[in-house]
C-alpha cells in the first residue's frame, strides 16, 4: 500500500528554517496532495496548510506569513517552506493525500 513519507524535520532555534518534503512511497504518476497538519505532544492533530489541485492555498492564521506550501509536479513532491519559527511551532508534522494513510510525520523542535 502506497504510503506517505515526510522528511525534512529537525531541530533549529528561534527564527530559523526548515523545508519539509513529502512524498509517495512507491512510484505513484500523481496522488493528490492535500496540505500539511501538525500534532504537539498532548494535543490534537492541527491543519497547517491547504493546497487545491489548481494551486490554491489555505493557511492556519498562526502560521499565515512564515509558511508556504508547494508542490513541486515533476518530482510529485509536497513542500512546506517553514521561516521564523517559533517555539510553539514545536511538532511532528504529517502531510495528507486523498484516499492515503498518513506517514509517520518528521519532528520539528524549535528551541528557545
Known amino acids: 500500500q502506497v504510503q506517505l513519507v515526510e522528511s525534512g524535520g529537525g531541530l533549529v532555534q528561534t527564527g530559523g528554517s526548515l523545508r519539509l518534503s513529502c512524498a509517495a512511497s512507491?512510484?505513484?504518476?500523481?496522488?493528490?496532495?492535500t496540505g500539511w497538519y501538525r500534532q504537539a505532544p498532548g494535543k490534537q492533530r492541527e491543519l497547517v496548510a491547504l493546497i487545491t489541485s489548481v494551486g490554491t492555498t489555505n493557511y492556519a492564521d498562526s502560521v499565515k506569513g512564515r509558511f508556504t506550501i508547494s508542490i513541486d509536479n515533476a518530482k510529485n513532491t509536497l513542500y512546506l517552506q517553514m521561516n521564523n519559527l517559533k517555539p510553539e511551532d514545536t511538532a511532528v508534522y504529517y502531510c495528507?493525500?486523498?484516499?492515503?494513510?498518513w506517514g509517520q510525520g518528521t519532528q520539528v523542535t524549535v528551541s528557545s
Open positions: 512507491e512510484n505513484q504518476s500523481r496522488i493528490k496532495f
Open positions: 495528507s493525500a486523498t484516499f492515503v494513510p
